[in-house]
């Protein structure tokens, strides 16, 4: 494959071949954002009045205090207590449905999400370019283990702006790579439910036994937080 700025990102998520190309796309956009934050920008003037203003989700306030040290999260977390209280309880009598849409507001925004949401639309559209410009990495792409259920939604709609004759092959091979999954997925679930019939003991488990975790991460892109509890019941079996 030829490789350019472009290409690389997109290359390095593809060629692991390892569950969905497109959560660990995502994955890694969150790790680089996530270390940026607590580490050189902690500190850059632009960045803290972005990440004041726009706060952050639980995801990733949770990912930010697992890579940051707890100072740099606290030094975070002092400008941001301090615009939330301009926000919602500012000077004077407390006006109960301004300091309701600004906790709203609160809510719906996040400074990871925002960002993680631009950089993806960048390697979206150079995923298609490399889907419909190099032979070799349509065929890894087709190679991939499956692709999930958001964003298997997410793909089809950036795609849609293909010329129409290649919409169609790169929505043929998306779809079977959404769809066959899912449907390994409902049959080893099914074979997890029926091992619990005392006429299946001592049966053959097959590729059940994890199969809760898989379900979960393909309907929701992200993976079950009692996964290694899970991983080790699993071994218990």
Known sequence: MREDICSIPVNDVFLPKEGCPFCRMRDMLEDRMATYITGAAMMEPDVRVETN???FCTEHFNQILARGSRLSVALILESLLQTVHDEVFPAGKTQPKKAAAAVHSREEHCFVCENIEKNTAHLLDSTLKLWQTDGEFRQLY???????????GQVLQAAAKMPKKNFVLFEEVTTGLAKRYLEELNADVTHFCRMFDY???????????????????YLTSREPENRQKADEKNRAF
């Open 142 to 152: 087709s190679q991939q283990p499956y692709i999930c259920l958001r964003h298997y």
């Open 199 to 217: 006429r299946n003991a001592g049966g053959d488990w097959g590729n059940s036994k994890d199969s809760i975790e898989r379900a979960i991460r």
């Open 53 to 55: 203003r726009l706060g």
